[in-house]
């Protein structure tokens, strides 16, 4: 019976971390209709809520939402979905000589030429199985922000798929991917993009949105590799 209800804890951890990932994705796409009335109907914080209560270890993501979350709901209150297409283009899309924030790794990794960023986020996803989609005729770079969300959410997605089937290298093998992928990636570079995102944006809903993701970031690689070193055999007496 613990064995069972350890397992479902689990189960329940790893469909959270995904959920979260997937809705902070969606956060830094550019912004539709579907995803606008959810922000302004408050479902898009109380999915975070929900999410963010079934996995314990992100209980400082979770504080971080709590504090930042009036200025968010007030800002996007005033707004139309125009208005808010608009702030993310000015953000995030256009400037001379770039943004203000382009929400690129490429860019926000000094001493590593972007070129070099894509082609191993590209073969990583490669590796995988996944390819960039196309959206309205134009292609995603794969060091995008929402992109590299999404990969997170996949590998926690196959992670509980592997619970579920009781393939324990399986399951190993996507932890460790995720562990490597917030260590060596995400966790890279997010520091500095919420820096400067929080510098040159007098946003609140996107500041908010970046600071929350950034502790989960945080949170969430402390949390797997604990549970990575928890897997490890202990060494037998000689």
Not at 74 to 95: P, S
Not at 104 to 112: F, L, N, Q, S, V
Not at 136 to 154: T, V, W
Not at 219 to 229: G, H, N, Q, R
Request: hydrophobic letters at 40%.
């Amino acid at each position: 019976m613990t064995q069972l209800a350890l397992s479902l804890s689990e189960e329940t951890i790893a469909s959270a971390r995904g959920s979260l990932y997937w809705l902070l994705s969606l956060a830094f796409k550019y912004p539709v209709a579907a995803i606008f009335d959810a922000y302004q109907r408050g479902a898009f914080f109380d999915d975070l809520h929900d999410r963010l209560a079934e996995a314990p270890h992100l209980e400082d993501a979770a504080v971080t939402l709590g504090d930042s979350e009036e200025a968010m709901r007030a800002y996007l209150d005033g707004l139309t979905l125009k208005d808010l297409q608009v702030a993310y283009t000015q953000i995030f899309d256009v400037g001379a000589p770039q943004p203000p924030c382009p929400p690129y790794e490429g860019i926000h990794r000094p001493g590593m030429e972007r070129t070099v960023v894509l082609l191993q986020i590209s073969e990583l996803y490669k590796h995988f199985g996944l390819a960039m989609s196309e959206e309205e005729g134009k292609r995603e770079l794969p060091d995008h922000l929402s992109a590299e969300l999404q990969f997170m959410n996949f590998l926690t997605f196959k992670e509980a798929q592997a619970r579920e089937e009781g393939t324990a290298e399986l399951l190993h093998g996507y932890r460790l991917a995720q562990r490597d992928f917030l260590e060596r990636r995400l966790h890279q570079w997010l520091p500095a993009f919420t820096t400067k995102l929080a510098q040159v944006a007098a946003n609140p809903f996107y500041a908010g949105v970046a600071g929350l993701t950034l502790d989960l970031v945080r949170c969430d690689l402390d949390w797997v590799s604990a549970e990575l070193a928890a897997e490890q055999p202990c060494e037998s007496e000689t």
